[in-house]
């Protein structure tokens, strides 16, 4: 089954710890997108990347940093500069100049 | 900046007719799309509708878009339980590629048996 896999599905930060959430997709979709989601707000874009090696920043990127080794994978690592990083993060994949985005399940982070 | 606005609740019984509305800013939208999340899950593509179109109906999913009030709506018809999550408005701007989405905030739709 072709899809968008998150991993974990849970995950824990304590006071200045880097931590690390997976995405993986087996689409073949060029586009991959990582959105912030908070309580009684809309999703806000926080890092994509629409080819291997290269990825720019979105709307809120600050605490946060991305890798683009292979197509398949995206990997966001939450810094500990980020000050309120308690937020659902949700991956996203898309073929370039496609108009349908695919979202994987989230992964909730929480701080300890 | 672009801006997407929905209301936050909505309430209706099962069986009726839902509308859920949603105003956007941005006149060079391309797409716009209705997304449906359920708790704890990632977010699903339900409809998207290209901007030289006023209406798509897909089963009991209708979309209604003015452009020049730049105002679209989801209606859900013969509303069940199981459509109660909540779905979120997005746009696409005109030069965007790919998945550079501009959300609404979501409105949470209740269906009460």
């Known amino acids: 089954d072709g899809g968008i896999t998150q991993s974990p599905k849970y995950l824990f930060r304590k006071e200045g710890q880097n931590v690390t959430l997976s995405c993986e997709q087996n689409?073949?979709?060029?586009?991959m997108y990582w959105y912030r989601q908070d309580p009684g707000q809309g999703l806000r874009l926080i890092y994509y990347s629409q080819i291997v090696n290269d990825f720019q920043k979105g709307d809120i990127a600050e605490g946060y940093s991305v890798s683009r080794e292979k197509k398949e994978s995206f990997p966001l690592t939450v810094t500990s500069a980020q000050k309120n990083p308690t937020a659902f993060y949700l991956c996203?994949?898309?073929?370039?100049?496609?108009?349908?985005?695919?979202f994987g399940s989230g992964t909730q982070l929480s701080v300890l | 900046g672009e801006d997407v606005e929905q209301s936050l609740f909505l309430s209706v019984r099962e069986g009726d007719s839902s509308v859920i509305n949603c105003t956007y800013t941005?006149?060079?939208?391309?797409?716009l799309y209705w997304y449906k999340q359920e708790p704890g899950a990632g977010l699903q593509l339900l409809t998207y509708i290209f901007s030289n179109m006023d209406m798509k109906q897909d089963q009991r999913l209708t979309v209604l878009l003015n452009k020049k009030d730049k105002h679209l709506s989801l209606r859900i018809a013969d509303t069940q339980t199981g459509d109660s999550a909540i779905y979120f408005c997005?746009?696409?701007?005109?030069?965007?590629?790919?998945?550079?989405?501009?959300f609404g905030q979501g409105t949470e739709l209740s269906v009460k048996p």
């Open positions: 997005a746009e696409k701007e005109g030069d965007n590629q790919g998945g550079k989405l501009i």
């Open positions: 689409l073949n979709h060029d586009a």
């Open positions: 941005d006149s060079s939208s391309t797409y």
């Open positions: 996203a994949s898309t073929r370039t100049w496609d108009e349908k985005l695919f």
